[in-house]
Antibody
């Protein structure tokens, strides 16, 4: 069965960077885009962008241009998202999700990674 | 940009009630809308895709309808396991989510 397993919680200081990983299993990693979405405490979802694992192409939300980098390592079926210049506003749970393009939905999600930014 | 407005933000209901949640888009999005359920501390789970298609394994008391700019998620006969927060999502090359509806026990 399909699983997306994310890296563990992180605590960072303002100005630092964080890199979250999302390891896929149970399907061909290069067949489906991976999206990244975050959820601040008690808030809704904010879409951050996607990566095409097949060729490494990305589409990052305008809000995060220059601050978010998405990469992948196909040899270990893992997608990564790095956020730089962290502020307290970046404190959130970060999720990766598989894009089921034909059906138009995120059919599998990682368990989430809590990133806390605090001095 | 297309904006999605979800209502209500909170809904108080009892077990056995029929519940309706609405999402409205500022422009037509065809049927590119999905519905998710999220429980505290958990990742979202997809319930409905392409406006009215029930995802595998989701109970038939959940249904979706609508197209264009107005969409509805209906839960007939609310069950204890259904108390959660629900989100709609406009699916395209980028994703836009509704603000969420918390279904709480009356």
């Amino acid at each position: 069965q399909v699983h997306l397993v994310q890296s563990g919680a992180e605590v960072k200081k303002p100005g630092a960077s964080v890199k979250v990983s999302c390891q896929a299993s149970g399907y061909t990693f290069t067949d489906y885009y991976i999206h990244w979405v975050r959820q601040a405490p008690g808030q809704g979802f904010e879409w951050m962008g996607w990566i095409n694992p097949s060729n490494g192409g990305t589409n990052v939300a305008v809000k995060f241009h220059g601050r978010v980098t998405m990469t992948r390592d196909t040899s270990i079926s893992t997608a990564y998202m790095e956020v730089s210049g962290l502020t307290s506003d970046d404190t959130a749970v970060y999720y990766c999700a598989r894009d089921e393009a034909v059906s138009g939905m995120a059919d599998y999600w990682g368990q989430g990674t809590l990133v806390t930014v605090s001095s | 940009d297309i904006q999605i407005t979800q209502s209500p933000s909170t809904l108080s209901a009892s077990v056995g009630d029929r519940v309706t949640i609405t999402c409205r888009a500022t422009h037509s999005i065809g049927d590119w809308l999905a519905w998710y359920q999220q429980k505290p501390g958990k990742a979202p789970k997809v319930l409905i895709y392409r406006a009215f298609n029930l995802q595998r394994g989701v109970p038939s008391r959940f249904s979706g309808s609508g197209s264009g700019t107005e969409f509805t998620l209906t839960i007939t006969s609310l069950q204890p396991d259904d108390f959660a927060t629900y989100y709609c999502q406009h699916y395209t090359s980028f994703w836009t989510f509704g603000q969420g509806t918390r279904v709480e026990i009356k």
